[in-house]
């Protein structure tokens, strides 16, 4: 007898039903993470003026140097609408820089300036950071799992 022949009506539907918990306990997790990134970034906004998205920018822009909008918003997976909202707002507090190219004029820089430097170097404590220090705990074998396991789940996501 095969495998398929002896799964009962029951069993099928009992496996089903444990499946659909499994999802719903995944899009739990997933609003809890969602709730987490939300309350931190409001916290950061209320105490520096910032949210996560506006302080990834600047990161980005500090570590890598001068670049393009496109070039930012691929780097850290936001939309281009998105990332020129986060550069407006950087801009209004003198935070960033927009250039255009002397040969494209459609092409357009963002750079730090020294009120960015600064910000950053006296930087809060960040969410990576932060969870940085709480995966700590795991064993290295722990983070990969956990890290593929996100990544896996991302990938699984982009189809839905």
């Not at 444990?18 to 931190?40: C, F, G, T, V």
């Not at 570590?63 to 020129?84: D, H, Q």
């Not at 932060?130 to 991302?154: C, G, K, P, Y």
């Amino acid at each position: 007898m095969s495998d398929i022949e002896n799964q009962s009506p029951d069993n099928n539907i009992k496996a089903a039903q444990q499946s659909e918990q499994r999802s719903k306990n995944i899009i739990l997790a997933l609003r809890k993470i969602m709730q987490q990134m939300d309350y931190h970034s409001r916290r950061l906004n209320k105490c520096y003026g910032l949210t996560i998205p506006q302080i990834v920018c600047l990161y980005e822009i500090y570590e890598n140097g001068r670049m393009t909008i496109s070039a930012l918003s691929k780097k850290i997976y936001l939309s281009m609408s998105t990332i020129v909202g986060v550069i407006d707002r950087l801009e209004e507090k003198q935070f960033v820089n927009r250039t255009r190219d002397i040969e494209d004029r459609r092409i357009i820089y963002i750079d730090i300036t020294e009120k960015g430097k600064e910000f950053v170097a006296a930087a809060p404590y960040l969410l990576h950071n932060r969870l940085n220090d709480n995966l700590q705990v795991l064993t290295e074998e722990e983070q990969i799992t956990l890290a593929d396991s996100i990544d896996l789940l991302v990938n699984l996501l982009k189809d839905i």
